[in-house]
């Protein structure tokens, strides 16, 4: 098969198309891959370098004002009624135990709540540096269900902050029947509170000296 000779300006066109292609290869060999990525690769990282100074800077012009509000905060925290307000363990615990009889005696509408036993335990002693000291007693009582369920609510959800731990409830059979056929229960827990330590008088005190082994409310 015989090939037909291509005219004149068909022969301009192929030329100009070889050209072209010539010469997008050619960028892409000897410009693009060489330099036009890189640099572009470059300006990316540029880009983000700009915007992580950015932050950085918004950030360090931010910093008095964060330095205020975190010492406002510890301020707060030092002075403000999620502590205990004693300042001596042993009258922390005592004040502690005659919390639960006088929140005991308040529910006392709701059924029987009796504090039968209440005594400090001994607690850790305090590590320097640290800011504050954990007070913690035990409590027995006799008690029905719906004036428990409103005793350990108001403990866990008022002010200063208490924690109770060690929690166990059972029923004793051999107690006097109620009118209502039911028992109370024995619940035995700790109730755990906190005080600075900065102001113990005695870091190692135990808080055995407040109402230790009194088994009265």
């Not at 301009?12 to 050209?19: N, S």
């Not at 992580?52 to 707060?76: C, V």
């Not at 208490?162 to 029923?171: A, M």
């Amino acid at each position: 098969m015989k090939l037909r000779p291509m005219k004149p300006l068909e022969s301009r066109i192929a030329a100009i198309g070889l050209l072209v292609l010539v010469l997008l290869l050619a960028y892409f060999l000897l410009l693009h891959w060489w330099f036009v990525a890189p640099l572009r690769d470059i300006d990316s990282q540029m880009d983000d370098l700009r915007n992580t100074q950015s932050r950085f800077a918004a950030a360090i012009a931010e910093k008095p004002q964060l330095q205020k509000r975190l010492a406002a905060l510890g301020h707060d925290s030092a002075d403000s009624s999620t502590f205990l307000p004693e300042n001596d363990p042993n009258a922390a615990a005592a004040g502690l135990m005659q919390r639960v009889v006088d929140d005991a005696a308040a529910h006392s509408q709701e059924g029987s709540c009796e504090v039968s036993q209440k005594m400090p335990v001994s607690n850790p002693s305090v590590t320097p540096g640290d800011p504050y000291r954990k007070v913690v007693v035990s409590i027995s009582l006799h008690c029905d269900v719906q004036p428990l369920i409103g005793l350990l609510y108001t403990l866990e959800k008022g002010n200063p902050y208490l924690f109770v731990q060690d929690f166990s409830v059972y029923r004793n059979p051999l107690l006097n029947m109620q009118k209502t056929g039911a028992a109370p229960l024995e619940v035995q827990f700790t109730l755990a509170g906190y005080v600075h330590a900065s102001a113990n008088a005695n870091p190692n005190a135990a808080g055995g000296d407040a109402s230790s082994g009194d088994d009265s409310p």
